[in-house]
């Protein structure tokens, strides 16, 4: 992601190059088998200065190694496939000459490999004075044939073998605990050293992995030619040090892709290749080389800066939306008319709590919040006047409701969904679904679960509010207003299951009195959706009400067969003018601190009643705003209705209209006969 | 309790006793060894006519390590040296055959050289490219591009009346012409270090960069003028080389030998590649030990592969000193710092 | 405690240079404990604790660690006998993500990155921490770095736990679920050792406390015997009690330098404030206040490229510095907190550091710098700053005392004619008898009609120093005082709620 924007000129530079080049197919092959054995250097070399080293010296290694290889083989007759084994070995060993510099002795190691490249070419050198004369024998063996010439499933042995170890290198590098200490040492040795990371040793093999890709390298080209001399890899550590530092490796170490240094080495390779085709003189390749040696180098400079920047313009996208007609509240006399209904409940746990989102009341009377500060009260019954912390979450937890055995289910921001059991301990019901395929944006947490109510069969659906955002910030969802929340179910078996992809803010979720189907608020569309999750209409997905004036939060059952919900936040003209704008959006969220943005009003206490059919029965308001500030969930329990409000610092109990009164226990999973081990029994 | 104070403050090491000593002494106290060993053991090494090949082969390592150490003592690198020299003898002679005097062709050299002095110092200071990499690339592009570029010949030769040819055969008050140019530029790179407001502000930046910047130091001033000189002392190099060989090719690779006598140079010559500490008898000390090394290799006819591996272990042994002298503190060490 | 105790100290001590960093430290943590540790600034905590943690070596004394004698050559052999530190400049790589930070060091062979991601949000989150665990840390600030370092700290369940500052920049909400925390690892049996400056988490936490004073310890007491008076009287405890120094020749009616509302985000928002020639202004605040930044916005160190707005104005007229140069060609002077860092040339001698400090603070560079020129401007500046060295043409910085060195820094600062001097932490690091020269010489600047800065940590200091007292915090100024109605608990009240 990081390294995007100098990649893609990269390629846009080599699809220019092959358009006006005539490079034909039997290029390609002479690309590859390039490609195959300096890729290896450029996989080395990558790896060094990830682990903030570099290393110059590993063209000289392939030379040795290639003059080595064919000595052991001409002249001493060493079986073909020891040779094989040897040539990397004989790689790692002047790589250990580096190493042991570098990490032990603590050289600096742009100078040593300077020092070594002109050693281990002199040891090369050395060798083909020696031994030159001896060395014209024709190659015997198959395996030379196989490795220079040969195929491994249709593909050229060396692309087959780079392709291997290009994929073993990228995942070593960024997966294994190896790669992991090479990427610590090479961004902040201190940092890498106080968390008891073996500096020496990493430094030391990377070194050795170097010199050992090197020689192994040295090994194709004197398969692939079939003769070596000292002059074998002269010159390379230029050009696949450009081609590393094209392919956004930085040369401060830390940061750097194997995968990305091998399409700076193809890039390299396709100019090469080019020059050759032209006929132009070497000095042209030269001359190229350097010059894209110092963009890139500049543009990595550059573009670092502006990176993180560019990455936040990306992480927030408003959608545009097209709203419904608004109600407006302030009309006299209608259904929706603002009223007082709720300024006088009595509250409870008046500063203890700290924005409990929802609640829920177990057999005995006695009620549990969550706090955003990570914890679960229990206020006890049935006057709710005492209040302790019964369990701590951690995170933020929001919804509540009781699964089959009576336990306490919570929708816990920032961790899934938990199960609180009778003596106050946690466990974790799930907090992660099947990533989905081919998306680019790891879905696999569940990051902000929000409310979840249980279906007869016992199964959890759980709204996730964002899959890309925390529930710190909220805010974000509520600007971008884009389909990036999902209904997820839990199956009783534990396994987890995403039943609705691609939902705009999923907030209040409740299984329908006939459990045949959930309801589930979009707080962003303000409306409310039913899905069908046994009929005829299994699976479909149909609304119950739209256009709502406000933003609906959390809804529960009522016991005369209707549902209470929410409103989180009001719909105003402005809002919604501003919703048909999702550039004015982007430009507030990057101009103005986030309490000054426009967003629907937030501090309000709205509460409706609605059917299953989608008719809204009954709205209370808490009009002077001074209690209940915010209403974010409603639930009924014998006759009083119970207020919450995730940034409220009481809870509140009304008395219920006796026209409201049913005889359902709300608590109850519809359709099943649910345990009621009580919770405040199984403590005692 | 005192007492471990004492001892901590008085510890005298060989490490310690070294460090404080002058690096060009300890060179100088080398070259001496090595002559004494080298008469005794080597026919024909210690006379007047090889000492003064000796002397005139080390003119223009001398000056390209100066030129080095001119970049290195600000904490930096210039690797494009090398190939200043090279292209410097590469474009007079090609323009003195295109039929321009000698002395434009001279001026036209050192505007390449004033070119990429500039752009180093742009890359390095203002854009804030490393070092290594801006020069490696700047090198290499200028190899490359005045190749492809100007270049028509493969070999060029200097003519024999040529006023470049007297710099590497004349002689000056008994000295030969080129040891005669080093010793200039060794005095006026002394005057410079010492004398000189950018001289001592080199040496500020590569001592602790952060201070010299907050300090109020024009920095990127006193780099692009450090990049500057060094290109411009590499050309001059390149002059007394074409003169000493009569001839230049058109071949050459980024790591010249040249640049890397010169590095070598300034290693052993005692300038720390973290900046702020060498001297000029350091340098020249070095330059000279260098040369006799080659010098000796040669008369006892080593192969060209083995010199190679000579020279290579010598500067091993520098880098091993320099960082046993000069230890990296693991708790403070930067990372990515070549 | 008649229990063997996790750690024991007894008798270390520490050299830097020349001077004692710690010195016969006797010192030990039962399991189970949180033992505070408390000090000023440069009384040595931090050395403590990175002796403890392996991170240094000391040069005497014993260290027993799980009754075990000890010499830790690397932190590693630290961490794997059970001692976990967070550091207060933390230790993480700033390339990786926050959940490989969170589990690096104890790692899986090979680590799969989803539910990787999935259990550090858990982690972060169960603290309250709202981090993403995918972003990579050199992206976060200062606060929620120190964030994932402490919740990685607490994660890796050592025996022993050193907090070294933890709450020096979070949030009282997020102070709270860290106590939380450190209880719970208490009821485990870790044993925690917390460094802080602030005296009320101190005694609100921990079950003793140890007081470090110029690297001695003055004394370890339970918390319960201790009040915040008792605590101050030993960390303080001074030979040299700071004097007051009367005020010269008062302010000048208009502002020599104004601080209009300039922002640099995240450390300094709507930083405002001004500063009258022949007057000291004192600005004290807790560190990552955002005093620093603003002082090196104003000398054009910082680079404001990303400013957020606001203005300077010198004399009436705004200025925008681009580079540090043309800040001191207007004789805006800065003293940097960090010495060691940005304060001096190590390798050179007294007498060349002032000399490059006058050089560079010429408008026109001037070709020629002479030795003789370079000796006539260090002797007057030695002279005048009292810099006792027996030789100062030789005496490298690195081999002077810390009030030696802060001089030669203030000298080569001064080297111009100043207009405003802004000084950070003048005094950090800096021997009791060279403290009172220094005020003098600050003091002396303002008499002769120079606008000066002050930033202090250190109360007593602003107070003594200062004529007016300003109050950053978050990046503001909060509050403002007379140095005459100032007291230490106004302005830590200023700086904290």
Redesign the interface.
């Known amino acids: 992601m990081e390294a995007a924007v100098p990649l893609s000129l990269a390629m846009i530079l080599s699809v220019a190059i092959v358009v006006m080049v005539p490079l034909g197919i039997n290029d390609g092959g002479s690309i590859l088998e390039e490609v195959a054995t300096k890729g290896l250097l450029a996989i080395g070399l990558t790896v060094v200065l990830v682990a903030g080293g570099i290393d110059l010296s590993i063209g000289s290694i392939l030379g040795v190694t290639a003059l080595s290889t064919l000595i052991l083989d001409r002249v001493y007759g060493v079986p073909m496939l020891l040779v094989v084994v040897l040539a990397p070995v004989i790689g790692a060993a002047f790589g250990a000459i580096n190493g042991f510099l570098i990490a032990k002795i603590k050289t600096r190691p742009f100078i040593t490999t300077l020092v070594t490249l002109i050693a281990f070419r002199g040891v090369a050198k050395w060798l083909e004075e020696t031994y030159s004369s001896r060395l014209v024998v024709p190659s015997t063996s198959d395996i030379w044939y196989f490795l220079g010439q040969g195929t491994i499933v249709g593909i050229p042995t060396p692309t087959a073998l780079f392709i291997i170890i290009l994929v073993i290198a990228h995942l070593s590098l960024t997966r294994s605990r190896w790669g992991w200490h090479l990427t610590s040492v090479g961004s902040d040795r201190r940092s890498a050293r106080r968390n008891g990371i073996n500096v020496e040793r990493s430094v030391f093999s990377a070194y050795i992995l170097s010199g050992a890709l090197a020689g192994f390298a040295g090994l194709l080209a004197s398969a692939r030619f079939g003769r070596a001399d000292s002059g074998v890899g002269l010159g390379f550590e230029i050009i696949v040090l450009t081609a590393v530092v094209l392919g956004g490796v930085s040369l401060s170490g830390g940061r750097g892709s194997v995968i990305r240094a091998a399409v700076g080495m193809f890039v390299v390779t396709i100019i090469q290749q080019a020059t050759i085709v032209l006929r132009m003189d070497n000095g042209y390749f030269a001359t190229l080389l350097a010059i894209v040696l110092l963009f890139f180098a500049v543009l990595d400079l550059k573009w670092g800066t502006y990176r993180e920047r560019f990455a936040a313009k990306l992480s927030l996208d408003p959608g545009m939306t097209a709203v419904g007609p608004l109600i407006d509240v302030t009309v006299l006399d209608t259904l929706w008319t603002v009223n007082g209904r709720l300024t006088d409940a009595p509250p409870i746990g008046l500063g203890l709590i700290e924005g409990a989102e929802d609640c829920a009341i177990d057999d005995g009377g006695h009620l549990y919040c969550g706090d955003r500060r990570g914890w679960i009260w229990r206020f006890e019954g049935p006057d709710h006047a005492e209040g302790k912390v019964f369990a701590r979450t951690g995170g933020l937890p929001l919804g509540h409701a009781w699964d089959l055995n009576g336990n306490l289910l919570v929708a816990v921001g920032g961790m899934g969904v938990q199960r609180i059991l009778a003596d106050g301990t946690t466990e974790l019901v799930a907090n992660q679904v099947k990533r989905s395929r081919f998306s680019l944006h790891d879905d696999s947490a569940i990051r902000f679960a929000d409310d979840l109510d249980v279906a007869p069969d016992g199964s959890i659906y759980v709204s996730e509010f964002s899959s890309r955002t925390s529930a710190a910030e909220y805010m974000l969802e509520f600007v971008e207003c884009r389909p990036n929340g999902r209904l997820i179910r839990i199956n009783p078996d534990g396994s987890t299951e995403v039943v609705i992809k691609n939902y705009v803010s999923p907030n209040g979720v409740c299984t329908s009195h006939d459990g045949q189907s959930i309801l589930v608020a979009s707080t962003g569309l303000f409306r409310v959706d039913r899905l069908w999750i046994s009929g005829p209409k299994k699976g479909q997905l149909e609304p119950v009400l739209e256009d709502l004036p406000g933003y609906p939060d959390n809804m529960n059952r009522a016991s005369d067969g209707n549902y209470w919900m929410s409103f989180v936040a009001m719909r105003t003209p402005v809002s919604d003018l501003l919703m048909k704008y999702p550039a004015m959006r982007r430009r507030m969220t990057k101009e103005l601190p986030v309490d000054e943005w426009f967003v629907p009003q937030l501090n309000v206490s709205c509460v409706l009643k609605f059917t299953d059919s989608g008719q809204v029965l009954k709205v209370l308001w808490d009009e002077t705003l001074e209690n209940y500030p915010m209403v974010t969930s409603i639930n009924e329990h014998e006759g009083s209705l119970y207020l919450s409000g995730v940034q409220n610092n009481r809870l509140g109990r009304l008395e219920l209209d006796p026209e409201d009164r049913g005889s359902i226990d709300t608590r109850r999973v519809p359709m099943t006969q649910q345990a009621r081990t009580s919770f405040s029994e199984a403590e005692k | 309790?005192t007492a471990?104070?004492e001892r901590?403050?008085t510890r005298t090491t060989v490490r310690s006793r070294l460090e404080a000593l002058d690096q060009g002494t300890l060179v100088i106290g080398l070259i001496v060894a090595m002559l004494i060993l080298g008469g005794l053991t080597t026919q024909g090494f210690l006379t007047t006519g090889n000492l003064s090949v000796v002397l005139r082969f080390s003119a223009a390592i001398g000056v390209v390590a100066i030129a080095q150490a001119f970049v290195v003592l600000g904490r930096g690198?210039d690797l494009s040296v090398g190939a200043m020299a090279l292209v410097a003898g590469q474009v007079t002679l090609e323009l003195m055959s295109r039929g321009w005097s000698e002395l434009a062709a001279v001026g036209a050299a050192l505007g390449v050289a004033l070119i990429l002095g500039l752009v180093n110092g742009f890359?390095v200071a203002v854009?804030?490219?490393?070092a290594?990499?801006?020069t490696?690339?700047?090198?290499?592009?200028l190899?490359?591009?005045i190749?492809?570029g100007l270049l028509q010949s493969n070999l060029y030769s200097v003519a024999p009346d040529a006023f470049l040819r007297r710099l590497g055969m004349g002689s000056v008050l008994g000295i030969p012409t080129a040891v005669f140019c080093l010793l200039v530029v060794i005095a006026l790179s002394w005057f410079c270090w010492?004398?000189?407001?950018?001289?001592?502000?080199i040496?500020?930046i590569g001592?602790?960069p952060?201070?010299?910047?907050?300090?109020?130091?024009?920095?990127r001033?006193v780099q692009i003028g450090s990049y500057l000189i060094a290109a411009l002392l590499s050309a001059f190099a390149g002059f007394l080389i074409m003169a000493r060989e009569g001839s230049v090719t058109t071949t050459g690779?980024?790591?010249s030998p040249l640049l890397?006598a010169a590095?070598t140079a300034v290693?052993i010559g005692g300038v720390s590649?973290s900046g702020?500490?060498g001297s000029l008898l350091g340098v020249a000390a070095g330059t000279i030990f260098i040369s006799l090394i080659v010098n000796l290799l040669t008369l006892n006819s080593l192969?060209?592969?083995?010199?190679?591996?000579a020279?290579?272990?010598t500067?091993?042994v520098a880098?091993?000193l320099?960082?046993?002298l000069h230890?990296?503190d693991?708790?403070?060490?930067?990372?990515?710092?070549? | 405690m008649d229990t063997v105790p996790v750690l024991q100290l007894t008798g270390i001590s520490k050299i830097y240079g020349q001077d004692y960093a710690v010195r016969g430290v006797d010192f030990e943590v039962q399991a189970g404990e949180v033992h505070a540790l408390l000090g000023e600034n440069g009384a040595g905590k931090s050395t403590l604790a990175k002796i403890i943690a392996g991170v240094t070596k000391h040069d005497q004394g014993t260290l027993l660690f799980d009754g075990v004698s000890r010499i830790y050559s690397a932190p590693v052999e630290a961490s794997a006998a059970g001692v976990t530190m967070v550091y207060q400049e933390t230790s993480l790589v700033e390339t990786m993500t926050v959940a490989q930070n969170l589990f690096l060091g104890n790692e899986k062979l090979f680590n799969r990155m989803s539910p990787l991601n999935i259990a550090a949000r858990g982690l972060l989150v169960a603290h309250n921490f709202h981090i993403r665990p995918e972003a990579v840390v050199g992206s976060l600030g200062a606060a929620q770095k120190q964030m994932v370092e402490i919740a990685r700290g607490i994660h890796r369940q050592a025996k022993l736990l050193i907090l070294d500052e933890p709450t020096a920049s979070v949030t009282p909400e997020e102070k709270v679920q860290l106590f939380l925390s450190m209880e719970q690892a208490k009821q485990r049996g870790v044993a925690i050792i917390f460094i802080t400056h602030n005296l009320e988490e101190a005694l609100a936490i921990s079950d003793r406390v140890t007081v470090l004073r110029d690297g001695v310890v003055q004394a370890t007491r339970p918390t319960a015997e201790l009040d915040r008076e008792s605590i101050v009287r030993m960390m303080v405890g001074r030979d040299v009690e700071y004097m007051r120094h009367p005020a010269g020749r008062g302010a000048a009616p208009i502002p020599s330098l104004e601080v209009d509302n300039v922002t640099l985000l995240p450390m300094v928002r709507n930083m405002s404030f001004s500063v009258y020639a022949g007057q000291i202004l004192g600005i004290a605040g807790l560190v990552g206040a955002g005093r620093s930044e603003v002082a090196m916005i104003v000398a054009g160190i910082s680079k404001r490229r990303r400013l957020g707005g606001g203005q300077i104005r010198l004399d009436g007229r705004p200025i925008r510095y681009r580079t540090p140069r043309q800040a001191r060609r207007d004789g805006i002077v800065y003293v940097t907190e960090d010495r060691k860092a940005s304060g001096f040339f190590s390798h050179m001698s007294i007498v060349e550091n002032i000399h490059l400090g006058h050089i560079s603070a010429q408008s026109r560079l001037p070709v020629l710098a002479t030795p003789r020129e370079r000796r006539t401007v260090g002797k007057r500046f030695v002279e005048r700053f009292a810099i006792r060295t027996l030789n100062p043409a030789k005496a490298k910085l690195v081999e002077l005392s810390g009030g030696n060195q802060q001089k030669v820094v203030l000298a080569k600062g001064l080297t111009v004619r100043p207009n405003v001097v802004i000084i950070d932490e003048p005094t950090r690091g800096v021997d009791v008898g060279a403290i009172a020269e220094i005020h003098a010489i600050i003091r002396g600047l303002a008499d002769d009609g120079v606008a000066v800065v002050v930033i202090s940590s250190y109360l007593p200091e602003i107070l003594a120093l200062s004529d007016r007292v300003i109050v950053a915090r978050n990046g503001s100024i909060v509050a403002e005082f007379d140095a005459n109605d100032a007291n230490e608990e106004s302005i830590m009240f200023a700086a904290v709620h």
């Open positions: 309790m471990l104070l901590r403050l690198v890359l854009v804030g490219v490393p290594l990499l801006a490696l690339g700047t090198g290499q592009l190899l490359g591009g190749k492809v010492s004398y000189t407001s950018f001289g001592r502000l040496r500020a001592d602790n952060d201070t010299a910047w907050q300090m109020g130091g024009p920095m001033r690779a980024a790591f890397f590095l290693v590649l702020g500490r192969s060209p592969a083995l010199q190679d591996l020279n290579a272990l500067l091993v880098i091993v320099d960082a046993w230890p990296r693991e708790e403070t060490a930067k990372s990515g710092d070549l």
